[in-house]
């Protein structure tokens, strides 16, 4: 009756020495555990506890169909100047459309194939009256809006890395949102600044044909757009009109990186063969005209084409400082986000603030439960100290389960831990309960341990089910730390079922079989 | 070897848990009502996680910080408002909380610059919250949702396991719980974050555990004596686990106390409510959840399950 089969007490000790391996690598320093292979390395810590900031960012989405919508405008509006159509109301259409209405009859026939094929996925329709229409579907739009997500992930992706933070994580939520969690990084601003700019550098012939003064009361001609200089302060024009077309785009650099030309700091960069050779070609056929360098809408500079550029690179000059020159070669070679990213949600902790939480976290969890073990050795004396082991070791397993899954440790988390330890020993003082009220009822010591052991399982069962449920749902809609509360309560549940009802069972009767008591020691 | 524990609890005690109940029906109208009330005049505390704003934990580098001066300095920003609150052993702790900005989300970016150029230097930003009001929204309805599901599935779980009068009395349980906890945050200002959903949803795990105990016995007690008034088998129920919720009580009670005390600045909100949440959880287990059970018709259900396994046992 008492008897255990010997494939348990195999598994109890099994289970006991996996949770002592896995829970140990979290008592080495960090040298130590660096070299431990990676499936027997310690719980990683939440950024609340070891520092560093999470963000919360959102692709503009409405930029992307925006863009879209753009591109293709200029588009037409190429063709149709170099086919010499006449043409009226080029312009976007709702929010999922592009416009334009051909004058003559006779070009209707004649463009359509060559229309037809500047956007092929979307729906094209040439209206009695000559309105041509471009109206992209809901599916074509949400593939490109997918593809502009996938991209910004990647590009948030370079810039992180290119600027060397340790094990950052970049994780796509939702639909539209990047998560990025940078450890160690204690003031996270310089990133927002990097992340907060789409570092779309393009390069436009500025248009002569008007000044910028008459251009800003209201005549800029079709083709060509008002931009504002980047820096407003040093004695060159606040604004510039420059060709709405572009000469060449950034998406055509290999490379950039800041050096120094006449002792200021400057971006060099290098172009692509074939943007190479597009922008020699730009060169070559604009000599003595200015050619603006825009980046985010702001024209950086506008230096003279003084003689054709063929070698596939440049250098870009601004009155930078060190670090600005820095920023732009970095933003230029991981390249330009699809569309503006926007900063949701910051949370920043610095590393001395999860020291002290760690600190806290600690003393906490071990006066619990030195106190808790004080308690139950004084309620239940030697079964008590039975409890106490299997109590021990639920904190071992735990971590050893939290250390394999790779789960984070939060602060709110520890808080979990420390819970678990107080409604851990319930199970124990359940089945101790049962087992004395049994033996009031006038059974034997030994028959009395076994029904408490049995009776006392199903609610043991129930109770911790129960709570499992609350945990769950905690999972599903908590976030960061709070998920890592939900997380240590749940295995802390588990593992506690375990040693309540295994180990504790394994120890009381084998100390009853040792022992053979004539009284219940309860 | 007798310990310490068994002359303390000898025997069975024999409390009228039952007889109480109309007293305790009153209390829990109170408490209710109380609630509700607190929310209609006096709302809630929300913290940034559902407000949106910032929130700002710094330390001065040298010497005590001078709480006037800076909130001199930062109420003179046009922030709309701002509080700042000194924690901490030192001194040198302050918390700052700016409320929601204006406009999207870059206008709450823009409130930390300004926040840090006012201050200037001498000050170590040591945890530093931005939340836009897109987000505190999302959260606001994650941690309603959070809720009522969990006191949702609590009670269809304990339904499944039980009987539906068991489910509707842990309903009722969990609800008062919920709602009471609601109460401790509004009544008291005690701010409202994503940690108070968690305490909250702890809160309603650890009351339905105790609540399944006492429960577990009722319907132990149902097949065991079949002749026994109602009323006398709740009070049994109840009587026989009274020394299991005491000792749970208790050790659960040392723990929180140990996160109340140490667990530090952080979890300080998350360790007062569940320390009211074990008051009141092991309140409405013993008070609310058990008597309500009364007006059911308990027998009925637990026949008919008898009669289920009386039919199962036949070959």
């Known amino acids: 009756m008492l008897q255990f089969p010997k494939w348990k007490i195999m598994m109890v000790l099994m289970v006991s020495l996996f949770g002592l391996v896995w829970s140990v690598p979290n008592l080495l320093s960090r040298d130590v555990t660096d070299r431990l292979p990676t499936w027997l390395q310690p719980v990683s810590l939440g950024l609340d506890l070891q520092g560093g900031s999470y963000l919360l960012l959102e692709v503009d989405t409405a930029y992307v169909v925006r863009e879209m919508q753009a591109n293709l405008v200029e588009a037409l509006r190429v063709t149709l100047r170099k086919e010499k159509a006449k043409y009226s109301d080029l312009g976007a259409m709702g929010r999922d459309a592009v416009k334009v209405r051909l004058l003559e009859a006779a070009d209707r026939e004649r463009l359509r194939p060559e229309l037809r094929k500047l956007e092929p996925e979307a729906e094209f329709a040439i209206a009695e009256d000559g309105l041509v229409t471009f109206k992209y579907p809901e599916p074509v739009m949400n593939k490109r809006i997918r593809a502009a997500i996938g991209q910004s992930i990647e590009i948030v992706r370079r810039r992180v890395d290119e600027l060397g933070t340790r094990e950052p994580s970049i994780q796509h939520q939702g639909v539209d949102r990047i998560v990025v969690q940078l450890p160690g990084i204690k003031d996270p601003d310089r990133i927002k600044a990097l992340l907060g700019k789409t570092a779309k550098l393009t390069f436009h012939m500025v248009d002569d044909s008007v000044t910028p003064e008459e251009a800003g009361r209201g005549r800029v001609p079709p083709g060509s757009m008002l931009l504002n200089s980047a820096e407003q302060e040093r004695g060159l024009p606040a604004q510039y009109v420059v060709k709405k077309r572009v000469e060449v785009g950034g998406d055509q650099l290999v490379d950039a990186q800041p050096t120094f030309a006449n002792g200021q700091p400057v971006v060099s960069f290098r172009f692509s063969v074939a943007g190479g050779k597009k922008f020699g070609d730009t060169t070559r056929e604009n000599s003595g005209k200015f050619l603006a360098i825009v980046l985010d809408d702001k024209v950086i500079s506008a230096p003279r084409i003084n003689e054709p550029i063929t070698g596939g690179s440049g250098q870009i000059s601004g009155s930078f400082t060190v670090r600005q020159a820095q920023d732009l070669s970095l933003l230029l070679r991981a390249g330009a986000l699809p569309a503006p990213l926007q900063v949701l949600e910051e949370r920043t902790v610095g590393p001395d603030l999860g020291a002290d939480s760690i600190k806290a976290g600690a003393i906490a969890s071990l006066l619990g439960i030195v106190l808790v073990v004080i308690f139950m050795v004084v309620i239940y004396g030697v079964l008590g100290l039975m409890a106490n082991v299997a109590l021990v070791l639920n904190l071992v397993l735990l971590t050893a389960l939290l250390s394999v899954l790779g789960a984070t440790l939060t602060l709110p988390g520890i808080a979990g831990i420390v819970l678990t330890m107080g409604m851990a020993v319930d199970a124990n003082v359940l089945i101790y309960e049962r087992i004395r009220e049994e033996h009031r009822l006038g059974r034997g010591i030994i028959g009395s341990v076994q029904a408490g052991f049995e009776r006392a399982f199903g609610t043991i069962l129930d109770a911790n089910l129960t709570t499992l449920v609350a945990a769950a749902l905690l999972f599903q809609f908590g976030s960061g730390p709070i998920k890592g509360f939900a997380v240590t309560l749940t295995l802390g549940l588990i593992s506690s079922m375990f040693t309540a009802i295994m180990v504790t069972r394994l120890l009381v009767s084998l100390w009853i079989k040792w022992h053979r008591p004539k009284t219940l020691p309860l | 070897m007798s310990s310490f524990y068994a002359r303390l609890i000898a025997r069975t005690p024999k409390f009228d848990f039952v007889g109480k109940r109309i007293f305790a029906f009153i209390v829990t109208g109170c408490i209710v009502a109380a609630t509700f009330g607190s ?102 309805q994650d941690g309603i949702l959070a809720v009522g599901l969990a006191v949702l599935a609590i009670a269809a779980y304990v339904w499944f396991r039980f009987e539906w009068q068991f489910g509707a009395g842990a309903l009722i349980a969990t609800f008062h719980d919920v709602i009471a906890t609601f109460g401790l945050f509004s009544v008291t200002g005690l701010e409202f974050n994503l940690t108070s959903v968690a305490a909250i949803l702890t809160i309603a795990g650890y009351s339905i555990n105790d609540t399944v105990v006492i429960y577990d016995r009722v319907r132990e007690n149902l097949r065991k004596y079949k002749a026994m008034p109602v009323y006398d088998l709740l009070n049994l129920a109840v009587n026989e686990t009274l020394a299991r919720t005491f000792l749970t009580v208790a050790t659960v009670f040392i723990t929180v106390v140990a996160l109340l005390v140490f667990g530090g600045e952080v979890l300080h909100g998350f360790s007062v409510a569940m320390l009211w949440g074990l008051i009141v959880g092991t309140y409405s287990s013993v008070f609310v959840a058990l008597p309500v059970l009364i007006y059911f018709n308990l027998r009925s259900g637990a026949d008919r399950e008898d009669e289920e396994q009386g039919t199962e046992a036949l070959p």
Not at chain 2, 41 to 51: E, L, T, V, W, Y
Not at chain 2, 110 to 120: H, N, R
């Open chain 2, 39 to 140: 929310i209609a005049i006096k709302g809630f505390n929300f913290g940034i996680d559902f407000a949106g704003g910032l929130l700002i934990e710094v330390q001065t580098t040298d010497g005590p910080a001078k709480i006037g001066p800076m909130r001199d300095i930062l109420g003179g920003l046009g922030l709309g408002e701002v509080s700042l609150q000194e924690f901490g052993a030192t001194g040198r702790d302050v918390m700052i909380r700016v409320q929601r900005q204006e406009g999207d989300e870059k206008a709450q970016l823009a409130a930390l610059t300004k926040v840090k150029e006012a201050l200037g230097a001498g000050y170590d930003y040591r945890r530093v919250e931005i939340v836009g009001p897109k987000v505190g929204e999302e959260l606001k």
